[in-house]
């Protein structure tokens, strides 16, 4: 009798699923564990989405020499230790190299590699999105095109027509209308392998199928071949205009084989609202049931579509289909936990985090704007009926100065991790390499404009020099001196720019 009381112990410590050990607590993931429905995957450079959680929860790297180091919490259950992220990153830039899984399922995310529709992505920049949770200082995830993440070879997560539910705490003031900046179940192939073989959150302004009422942006399913807003693909719910609040938590669950609901709120207030419930699409051959592969994205498309942009604080995915009640719980969790602080950042502003465009002020030139060329930096004429590819050359992110966190830096829209920087006082767009003299000179220092219009962008290492177009190229000139971009004629102006907002987003 004892021995067969031991054994079924024993045999049901074999069966029981780790996580279900986890279920103490007040985070997400201890509500879902509670309700039977545990995390079988756990993101967040923020904060511990389990209140026992000790472990890391993302891998910063420095671009300098290579080194990588694991941030983890400040407390078991608690927030991200930024600081020790800081003080490893200093005096470099840092990207994020792995977003880990607090589950016990290994699910960690890393870059994700080329696919069906775009070549490998870029690790985001570590530092470019600094917000506070419960008054700690932490970083969010900044995508800004060519970034994300994957894990093709996942534990637990549902295949085929298996139930599932996920959240995602993204911000309704970084977005794009380019596919797709996802959160989910994709391809493990990284391919479009067709109809329902994705089951992702989706966050953007891409209108995949019509209607969709309002400018949004609207949390939608990604069932691959579609971002759909019911089950007749374009939305039936005409009081659905899109989620703009700062930060939003937005929310997938599908049940695989008849039913999918997608729900969204604001994460510093209030309640998830229900944006559709019901029948999983039946017009299209492929979604009902589902076909699920069980790999893991965020940032991208299933086939890694990389032209989105977005923010993450954190997000999971489940194991069986969530109540509405422990849906709701999550949110009041993510109410209590207290996101805010300087995110999220206006597009066209001098402010790190911004997007932007600089158009020259001299008469004559003012349709010009800084845009890269061949790895040069020069202005060229740009409109709005401009091809996608000069608008997005002539957009920069605007970073905290590289040398002086005083001043600023300008990443490429286009190409992450290159930055504009002169050399023998010609501008070029270059990776930032780590080395003191690249900071120093991708380093500028905002002044009122020397004109009198605009702003001006004084050289941190040579700061009598101004960031200039001579001849439509780019250089740091002095007003007067030895060489032809020196010249006196017409400095002022060349040297003021109009700070706009972002031709490419
Ligand atoms: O379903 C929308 C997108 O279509 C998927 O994310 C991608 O795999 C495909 O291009
Ligand atoms: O652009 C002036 C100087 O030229 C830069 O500081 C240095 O990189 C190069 O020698
Ligand atoms: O960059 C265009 C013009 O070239 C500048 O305004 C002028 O200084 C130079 O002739």
Known sequence: MVLGTL??????ALTTPPEATRAAGTRPCDIYATAGTPCVAAHSTA?????????????????????????????????????????????????ITVVYDQSSRHNDLTVAPAGGAGGADNPAPADALPVTVGGHPVYGISFSGVMGYRDNATDGVATGARPEGMYMVTSGTHYNDRCCFDYGNAETNNLDTGNGH?????????????????????VMADLENGLFQSNAGGSTNGSYTGDRSPYVTAVLKNNGTNYFAVKAGNAQSGALATRYAG????????????????????????????GAIGSFFEGAMTSGLPTDAAEAAVQASVVAAGYGGPSPVPAGTLTAGSTLSLRATTPGYTDRFIRHQAGNAVTSIITSSSPA?????????????LADPSCVSFESRNYPGDFLRHYNFRVYRQPMDGTA???????????????????????????????????????????????????????????????SPPWTA
């Open 198 to 218: 994705m089951d992702a959150i989706y966050f953007g302004t891409l209108c995949w199928f019509s209607p969709c009422n309002g400018s949004g942006p609207w």
């Open 279 to 306: 029948p999983l699409p039946t017009s299209r051959p492929g979604y009902s049931p589902m076909q699920k592969e069980g790999a893991i994205i965020l940032g991208i498309g299933g086939d890694n579509s990389n």
């Open 437 to 499: 003299i690249f900071r120093a000179d991708a380093t500028f220092c905002p002044r009122p404009g020397r004109s009198g219009t605009g702003t001006s962008l004084a050289s941190y290492n040579y700061p009598t020099r101004y960031l200039r177009h001579y001849d439509n190229t780019l250089f740091i000139a002095s007003n007067g001196g030895p060489n032809p971009f020196d010249n006196a004629a017409s400095w002022a102006a060349d040297v003021s720019w109009t700070v």
């Open 47 to 95: 904060r511990a989405l389990f209140g026992s959680y000790n472990g890391p929860l993302y891998q910063v790297q420095r671009v300098s020499d290579g080194a990588t180091s694991a941030i983890g919490v400040l407390a078991p259950g608690g927030y991200a230790n930024a600081a020790a992220q800081d003080s490893f990153c200093s005096g470099t830039t840092c990207v």
């Open 7 to 12: 054994a079924l112990l024993a045999a049901s």
């Open 389 to 401: 590819l000069d608008k997005a050359d002539g957009s920069w992110i605007v970073r905290r100065g």
